[in-house]
């Protein structure tokens, strides 16, 4: 099935990256082409199996690249396999992504990113998207549990009373009370 991945069907190349791996016959190179695809759906499979990966010798600067992709289920996919993989230098990034994109998923992968780094840098990014659509702010409230200092408890502190319910019971579930409803 390796030969699918350079197939002229996008659709038979993912399936080539999904039996290539699952077969343990996927290499840092097969992944670095495939992130470099120009079909999105093969590009946004390599990144979901990168983000299951541990291999050293994988491109996570290329993927770092593509949160910057002109698909957002691309740049939302690169933000979850950075933060699955702990890429450390991928902070700087990830905080552009979480406050300069205009699709909130990809916003709010980029806060789950953070949270799982848990590099300071990322902090403020964190607290600043509890102002963003309430998906995002249940994620940050989520990705706050990374941080600490009197700036996250202030934060935590409003977030018990933000307007979404669900934003609540998450600040309440870190704090183990139960949420105001």
Do not use: K, Y
């Amino acid at each position: 099935m390796r030969t699918a991945l350079g197939d002229p069907a996008p659709r038979r190349r993912v399936l080539g990256l999904r039996v290539s791996s699952a077969r343990a016959q996927l290499t840092g190179a097969d992944l670095a082409a495939a992130l470099g695809d120009p079909d999105a759906d093969v590009r946004r499979e390599a990144l979901v199996l990168l983000a299951r990966r541990d291999d050293a010798g994988d491109p996570l600067d290329a993927v770092v690249a593509l949160l910057a992709d002109g698909d957002p289920l691309v740049a939302e996919a690169a933000a979850f396999a950075l933060g699955e993989r702990r890429a450390p230098g991928a902070v700087g990034a990830l905080a552009t992504l979480a406050r300069d994109h205009g699709d909130a998923r990809c916003r709010e992968a980029a806060v789950a990113a953070l949270g799982s780094l848990g590099d300071p840098a990322g902090r403020d990014v964190v607290i600043a998207a509890l102002q963003d659509r309430p998906s995002v702010r249940r994620r940050a409230v989520i990705a706050l549990a990374a941080f600490e200092g009197p700036e996250v408890e202030a934060a935590l502190a409003r977030a018990h009373q933000d307007r979404d319910w669900q934003v609540r019971a998450a600040a309440a579930e870190l704090d183990d009370e139960p949420p105001a409803r």
